[in-house]
T-cell receptor, first 113, second 115 residues
């Protein structure tokens, strides 16, 4: 089955700096890769996603890159702000024609003012 | 946008009792809903896939007789934790998709504490 690894587990940056979180997946059939932001005690919120037919997607300060050959994808946050502080989860859609999202282990991002 | 509503948001129960958690899709029909469990400072672990009108599909290691799932309509799935024990204390989150190529939307989650 699909296995998603994520690192780092914690990341501290100064406000204004960039943050990068990386994930690898095992199932070469996976074709959908979302990123979720979860604040303490709240539901995960989708912040960006990418499909296997593109290599990069950007939405304002957030971007995701995908390398299907190497089976890894990354989240890039530029000009970080204190409100970006949260736990970020990557995920991969497992297998063909299934809807089961498998999540990475999470990255706790802290942005210091 | 698509909204998934989950109820209750938190519940405290005694060991040995059962707890029912409801997950509703408010403005769309969901033939499939997913139940996740999240322990403190851990990731979301898929428990089961709830299928409208048929039996749920459970992930390996999840006891189907303990975590009863009913998906009786296109907008409602329920998860019942039977004979709850303290180790069942966790954050339970349901989710659904509006279509095959749409993102997964999460409910607010239910924090279960078993005393």
């Amino acid at each position: 089955g699909e296995n998603v690894e994520q690192h780092p587990s914690t990341l501290s940056v100064q406000e204004g700096d960039s943050a990068v979180i990386k994930c690898t997946y095992s199932d070469s059939a996976s074709n959908y890769f979302p990123w979720y932001k979860q604040e303490l005690g709240k539901r995960p919120q989708l912040i960006i996603d990418i499909r296997s037919n593109v290599g990069e997607k950007k939405d304002q300060r957030i971007a995701v890159t995908l390398n299907k050959t190497a089976k890894h994808f990354s989240l890039h946050i530029t000009e970080t702000q204190p409100e970006d502080s949260a736990v970020y989860f990557c995920a991969a859609l497992r297998g063909y024609n299934t809807d089961k999202l498998i999540f990475g282990t999470g990255t706790r991002l802290q942005v210091f003012p | 946008g698509a909204v998934v509503s989950q109820h209750p948001s938190w519940v405290i129960c005694k060991s040995g009792t059962s707890v029912k958690i409801e997950c509703r899709s408010l403005d769309f029909q969901a033939t499939t809903m997913f139940w996740y469990r999240q322990f403190p400072k851990q990731s979301l672990m898929l428990m089961a896939t709830s299928n409208e009108g048929s039996k749920a599909t459970y992930e390996q290691g999840v006891e189907k007789d303990k975590f009863l799932i009913n998906h009786a309509s296109l907008t409602l799935s329920t998860l019942t934790v039977t004979s709850a024990h303290p180790e069942d204390s966790s954050f339970y989150i349901c989710s659904a998709r509006t279509g095959n190529n749409s993102p997964l939307h999460f409910g607010n989650g239910t924090r279960l504490t078993v005393t």
